[in-house]
């Protein structure tokens, strides 16, 4: 089972609509947790931090569930310029440093 | 500012060549982290640094794979021999320090075609 994973979609979405999608870790020690946003061909950037208490950022908000062990997404009014890969990330602090686990991703792309 | 700096942005070679991809991170950054990204396995940690000391080297897929941080500017990722399986993008990423913040900065990438 691998430690992070997505459901790779595509999530086609209408343009203001919104979209949600989930994303689950095995490791119940896992500590943090993050969105990353990919665009075709360009590196992973940083999205948001995920916290227990949920969070948003505009129309972005991200919810963590760690009796169940996943994390959730969900777009609001879904622009053009969300079209992308969304990836799921999971940190486990170790006594010698921490490393950061990617999930293989959802993609999404937003239709006019 | 510039970020993290890659080279060569892409390199195709034949099966049995050495691949020698470099990294540049960003500067004050103490950690150091060398990602492979393919379709099958998306994107996978082969090893990174804290301090140009290797702290976790468990993803690197066999002794066909090295990598040096000789200082706190540079580190190479090198393969010999290289074969049609190591075809993929592999970015480098650094971060200010304990990446509990989650904020890894990545390079642009630098993709690999092995023939």
């Known amino acids: 089972r691998k430690e992070v994973e997505q459901d790779p979609g595509p999530f086609n979405v209408p343009e203001g609509a919104t979209v949600a999608f989930n994303c689950t870790y095995s490791?119940?020690?896992?500590?943090?947790f993050f969105w990353y946003r990919q665009d075709c061909r360009k590196e992973p950037k940083l999205l948001m931090s995920v916290y227990s208490s949920g969070n948003e950022d505009g129309r972005f908000t991200a919810q963590l569930n760690r009796a169940s062990q996943y994390i959730s997404l969900l777009i609001r009014d879904s622009k053009l310029s969300d079209s992308a890969t969304y990836l799921c990330v999971v940190s486990m602090i170790k006594a010698a440093g921490n490393k950061l686990t990617f999930g293989g991703g959802t993609r999404v792309l937003v239709k006019p | 500012d510039a970020g993290v700096i890659q080279s060569p942005r892409h390199e195709v070679t034949e099966m049995g060549q050495e691949v020698t991809l470099r990294c540049k991170p960003i500067?004050?950054?103490?950690?150091l982290f060398w990602y492979r990204q393919t379709m099958m396995r998306g994107l996978e940690l082969l090893i990174y640094f804290n301090n140009n000391v290797p702290i976790d080297d468990s993803g690197m897929p066999e002794d066909r794979f090295s990598a040096k941080m000789p200082n706190a500017s540079f580190s190479t990722l090198k393969i010999q021999p290289s074969e049609p399986r190591d075809s993929a993008v592999y970015f480098c990423?650094?971060?200010?320090?304990?990446?509990?913040?989650?904020?890894?900065?990545f390079g642009e990438g630098s993709r690999l075609t092995v023939l």
């Open positions: 490791n119940s020690a896992s500590q943090s």
């Open positions: 990423a650094s971060s200010p320090g304990a990446t509990n913040t989650g904020e890894l900065f």
């Open positions: 500067s004050g950054h103490d950690y």
